[in-house]
């Protein structure tokens, strides 16, 4: 009778060690959504223009190693710019992420000072942009915090071709 007790018991262990296992897996597929601030600066390659940049992002990853999301971003470098992009998340390696979120900029030319202003005020450029980027995410208690730096290649309309650098952090918060 003793045997069989014991059988129990070592059976058990492994068994309450896996549910401990799962138990934390759920925990953490519950946190499958963020959403994320970004503060940071873009550098126009073409013209070296550099100026502030704000945005925000939402995430749904879906796994481990996937997520899916949107971002919007405004800066101002020369011309004042709008990003909007669908984006997708790869995540090769813990706290890496690879970011490549096609999407379209409206550009809005800064005025000059002879300009008149209803040209300038109704002048707006629709261009493609494919964003490619990487960022390394360091958990906070409840916040993640993310430096990171992206390409914008961006197509125009007359065949051109201008690409942007974007750096800074991502203050994300999970749920």
Request: net charge negative; hydrophobic share 45%.
């Amino acid at each position: 009778m003793r045997m069989i007790g014991l059988l129990v018991l070592l059976a058990a262990g492994p068994a309450s060690g896996q549910h401990a296992e799962q138990h934390e897996s759920e925990h953490e597929l519950e946190k499958r959504n963020e959403v994320a601030v970004f503060l940071g600066a873009l550098s126009n390659l073409h013209a070296s223009e550099t100026g502030p940049s704000l945005g925000a992002e939402y995430i749904r990853e879906v796994s481990e190693t996937l997520g899916f999301g949107v971002m919007a971003e405004f800066a101002r470098a020369g011309e004042r710019e709008a990003l909007i992009a669908a984006s997708v998340v790869v995540r090769p390696i813990s706290n890496v992420s690879v970011v490549i979120a096609p999407g379209f900029v409206v550009e809005k030319p800064e005025a000059e000072p002879d300009d008149d202003e209803h040209s300038i005020e109704t002048s707006r450029e629709f261009s493609f942009v494919a964003r490619l980027g990487v960022a390394y995410g360091f958990e906070w208690s409840r916040v993640t915090l993310a430096p990171t730096v992206y390409f914008d290649i961006l197509g125009s309309p007359d065949g051109g071709v201008t690409v942007h650098l974007v750096y800074g952090v991502s203050i994300g918060f999970p749920f």
